[in-house]
């Protein structure tokens, strides 16, 4: 084996020396957790759908989540114990790299301590450092079997107690919640309602439920997995003034921004898993003999390859640098708004197409149950369908177009955000609403710079040529309202803003130029994919149809280049095999 580009996330290898030490040392320990499991085991459980008691004792064991999920105002004197998104990422992609069951345990106790760090409910939050302190995870009840997470409707009743019950609490809820991860043990449950005597939105609540409680009804687990995705009910169930922790909007602007919290953490697990899978599907067809030859000696498999990895490289450098623009928000600079869709909808459905392109070489073997693939393969298209739809998210980035094409602005320069800091503003991020006015810096500097390199410079052209679209052969108010329209308009402009990124993290990480050529390579294929697309859409104008056809690029071909992107890919046979 040579030495690989050391780009892919590889236990054996990670010494995380960008990290203070405390940091360094439970990153090992997790990694060593789930080596010293084995990988029979551990796709066993998986395969068994046992829930993941067993991590949440070393979770415990070694505050883990207490650590990285504290903000230090409530750490209690621990100065270890903080939200530094920098390092959540890493542990993050850590739990993907592992398995999907816990990495959500962990997604969705973000979520659920999204409503109590953003209150200003001191006890709640007492308590909830408490309870991380004491091995416990969260749980956020928002959505509905009948409403999804459709935070305008909740069927949560909230009823002000009368009589006896009003010495105990302020209100009696009751109604059902599902979809809710780690339902079925969480010490403290936000969970969003509305109240019965308030119309409108001030009558909406957000408020803390216990799962031990008796009026607590854990019904089901919606799954057939690992992971606890739980049906519960309230019956009646007593809310006390100090369970309260947001009333009217605030309640649905904790329940957005939570949200914002929590989708960041969406693309690090989808990279965890796509690279866990990349290792097994290259070690794989490097040694597998097909009519007398490796199967990597095929042309199309070799294509595959370098295509996976490029994208795969890509979802990372973008992710990487999302971190840094979401650690330096603040009211004045919330670039994250869009930036973090973006991690959603377009990193996550890289990982399912990356995956998707490893399947297509692997073929049978990625069924087979002693393979972490089959479990890759059967979970990677969950992550682009949590916190939102790609459609959902796509839409929200629309919004983001104008200013960041046409209307630039002046920013200081946000550098590489490695500092072991709480990342205060993730619970102070304000009203939801004026996505529209938010301004960028300029996006076109970074692409003429880098445009020495060929697929760069011709993917320029094409963001060149959406601006021209929009500005020459707009979408008329008709189209506007066409939604299946307007999601391609956001899939194009996604790219750009996606290329952006992945440019200024090639810079600060020094990324191989024939990299960077190779990811641009697939970036042109995948416009001229959606201008194709706009052009047979049924509303799209003879105008809009010449723009499409003309917008079409072919990637510059260098064979030389693919070759040598093709060992980079290479290297990485047999670079990791997890213990058995």
Same mark, same amino acid.
């Given at each position: 084996?040579?030495?690989?580009?050391?780009?892919?996330?590889?236990?054996?290898?990670?010494?995380?020396?960008?990290?203070?030490?405390?940091?360094?040392?439970?990153?090992?320990?997790?990694?060593?957790?789930?080596?010293?499991?084995?990988?029979?085991?551990?796709?066993?459980?998986?395969?068994?759908?046992?829930?993941?008691?067993?991590?949440?004792?070393?979770?415990?064991?070694?505050?883990?989540?207490?650590?990285?999920?504290?903000?230090?105002?409530?750490?209690?004197?621990?100065?270890?114990?903080?939200?530094?998104?920098?390092?959540?990422?890493?542990?993050?992609?850590?739990?993907?790299?592992?398995?999907?069951?816990?990495?959500?345990?962990?997604?969705?106790?973000?979520?659920?301590?999204?409503?109590?760090?953003?209150?200003?409910?001191?006890?709640?939050?007492?308590?909830?450092?408490?309870?991380?302190?004491?091995?416990?995870?969260?749980?956020?009840?928002?959505?509905? !079997?009948?409403?999804?997470?459709? %935070?305008?409707?909740? /069927?949560? &009743?909230? +009823?002000?107690?009368?009589?006896?019950? @009003? *010495?105990?609490?302020?209100?009696?809820?009751?109604?059902?919640?599902?979809?809710?991860?780690?339902?079925?043990?969480?010490?403290?449950?936000?969970?969003?309602?509305?109240?019965?005597?308030?119309?409108?939105?001030?009558?909406?609540?957000?408020?803390?439920?216990?799962?031990?409680?008796?009026?607590?009804?854990?019904?089901?687990?919606?799954?057939?997995?690992?992971?606890?995705?739980?049906?519960? !009910?309230?019956?009646?169930?007593? %809310?006390?003034?100090? /369970?309260? &922790?947001? +009333?009217?909007?605030?309640?649905?602007? @904790? *329940?957005?921004?939570?949200?914002?919290?929590?989708?960041?953490?969406?693309?690090?697990?989808?990279?965890?898993?796509?690279?866990?899978?990349?290792?097994?599907?290259?070690?794989?067809?490097?040694?597998?003999?097909?009519?007398?030859?490796?199967?990597?000696?095929?042309?199309?498999?070799?294509?595959?390859?370098?295509?996976?990895?490029?994208?795969?490289?890509?979802?990372?450098?973008?992710?990487? !640098?999302?971190?840094?623009?979401?650690?330096?928000?603040?009211?004045?600079?919330?670039?994250?708004?869009?930036?973090?869709?973006?991690?959603?909808?377009?990193?996550?459905?890289?990982?399912?197409?990356?995956?998707?392109?490893?399947?297509?070489?692997?073929?049978?073997?990625?069924?087979?149950?002693?393979?972490?693939?089959?479990?890759?393969?059967?979970?990677?298209?969950?992550?682009?369908?949590?916190?939102?739809?790609?459609?959902?998210?796509?839409?929200?980035?629309?919004?983001?177009?104008?200013?960041?094409?046409?209307?630039?602005?002046?920013?200081?320069?946000?550098?590489?955000?490695?500092?072991?800091?709480?990342?205060?503003?993730?619970?102070?991020?304000?009203?939801?609403?004026?996505?529209?006015?938010?301004?960028?810096?300029?996006?076109?500097?970074?692409?003429?710079?880098?445009?020495?390199?060929?697929?760069?410079?011709?993917?320029?052209?094409?963001?060149?040529?959406?601006?021209?679209?929009?500005?020459?052969?707009?979408?008329?108010?008709?189209?506007?309202?066409?939604?299946?329209?307007?999601?391609?308009?956001?899939?194009?402009?996604?790219?750009?803003?996606?290329?952006?990124?992945?440019?200024?993290?090639?810079?600060?990480?020094?990324?191989?130029?024939?990299?960077?050529?190779?990811?641009?390579?697939?970036?042109?294929?995948?416009?001229?994919?959606?201008?194709?697309?706009?052009?047979?859409?049924?509303?799209?104008?003879?105008?809009?149809?010449?723009?499409?056809?003309?917008?079409?690029?072919?990637?510059?071909?260098?064979?030389?280049?693919?070759?040598?992107?093709?060992?980079?890919?290479?290297?990485?046979?047999?670079?990791?095999?997890?213990?058995?």
């Amino acid at each position: 084996m040579s030495d690989t580009d050391g780009l892919l996330f590889n236990p054996h290898t990670a010494d995380f020396a960008q990290f203070d030490p405390e940091t360094r040392r439970l990153l090992k320990a997790t990694i060593e957790w789930f080596e010293n499991r084995g990988k029979k085991q551990l796709l066993q459980d998986d395969l068994d759908a046992v829930w993941v008691s067993d991590f949440l004792d070393f979770v415990k064991k070694e505050k883990l989540f207490a650590t990285f999920q504290t903000p230090s105002a409530f750490a209690d004197g621990d100065e270890n114990r903080r939200w530094d998104g920098a390092r959540n990422a890493a542990l993050s992609e850590i739990f993907g790299f592992y398995g999907l069951a816990y990495w959500y345990a962990w997604q969705v106790t973000i979520l659920g301590l999204g409503p109590i760090w953003m209150s200003d409910n001191v006890a709640a939050k007492k308590r909830a450092a408490q309870e991380l302190a004491d091995g416990g995870v969260m749980a956020f009840g928002l959505s509905e !079997r009948e409403h999804g997470a459709d %935070v305008y409707s909740t /069927d949560m &009743l909230l +009823t002000p107690s009368q009589g006896d019950a @009003a *010495a105990d609490s302020a209100f009696l809820a009751s109604g059902e919640k599902y979809y809710i991860g780690n339902g079925n043990i969480a010490g403290m449950v936000s969970v969003f309602g509305r109240r019965t005597d308030v119309d409108g939105p001030e009558g909406y609540v957000f408020f803390v439920a216990d799962s031990a409680h008796p009026n607590y009804h854990l019904v089901d687990n919606v799954l057939r997995g690992q992971m606890y995705v739980s049906t519960f !009910r309230l019956e009646d169930y007593p %809310v006390r003034e100090e /369970d309260i &922790l947001h +009333t009217g909007v605030a309640a649905f602007e @904790a *329940a957005l921004n939570t949200v914002n919290v929590g989708k960041f953490n969406l693309c690090t697990g989808s990279i965890g898993i796509t690279e866990h899978a990349f290792f097994e599907a290259i070690t794989h067809a490097q040694n597998r003999i097909l009519y007398g030859n490796p199967v990597t000696d095929f042309a199309h498999v070799r294509a595959a390859f370098v295509d996976a990895y490029s994208r795969l490289i890509a979802m990372k450098q973008f992710s990487g !640098r999302a971190v840094d623009y979401f650690r330096s928000a603040s009211l004045d600079d919330r670039r994250y708004l869009l930036f973090n869709p973006l991690t959603k909808a377009k990193v996550t459905s890289e990982g399912e197409r990356v995956v998707g392109l490893l399947h297509d070489v692997i073929a049978a073997k990625g069924y087979e149950k002693s393979t972490y693939f089959r479990e890759a393969a059967q979970v990677i298209g969950t992550l682009p369908k949590l916190e939102g739809t790609v459609h959902v998210n796509v839409g929200l980035i629309l919004k983001f177009l104008p200013n960041y094409l046409f209307n630039p602005a002046e920013f200081p320069e946000v550098g590489t955000r490695l500092d072991a800091a709480d990342d205060e503003f993730f619970w102070n991020q304000g009203p939801t609403r004026g996505a529209a006015k938010i301004r960028f810096h300029q996006w076109k500097p970074v692409y003429e710079k880098h445009s020495g390199i060929p697929n760069v410079a011709r993917f320029y052209e094409q963001a060149i040529a959406l601006t021209e679209l929009l500005t020459a052969a707009a979408p008329d108010e008709q189209q506007r309202q066409d939604l299946d329209f307007m999601l391609n308009i956001g899939h194009l402009f996604s790219l750009v803003v996606y290329g952006h990124l992945i440019l200024e993290q090639a810079e600060i990480t020094g990324l191989d130029t024939d990299i960077i050529d190779q990811i641009f390579d697939f970036q042109i294929r995948d416009f001229s994919g959606y201008a194709i697309a706009l052009h047979g859409k049924p509303s799209s104008t003879p105008e809009q149809q010449a723009w499409a056809l003309a917008s079409v690029r072919k990637p510059h071909v260098d064979g030389e280049r693919f070759d040598r992107v093709w060992q980079h890919v290479k290297a990485y046979d047999g670079a990791y095999e997890m213990r058995p």
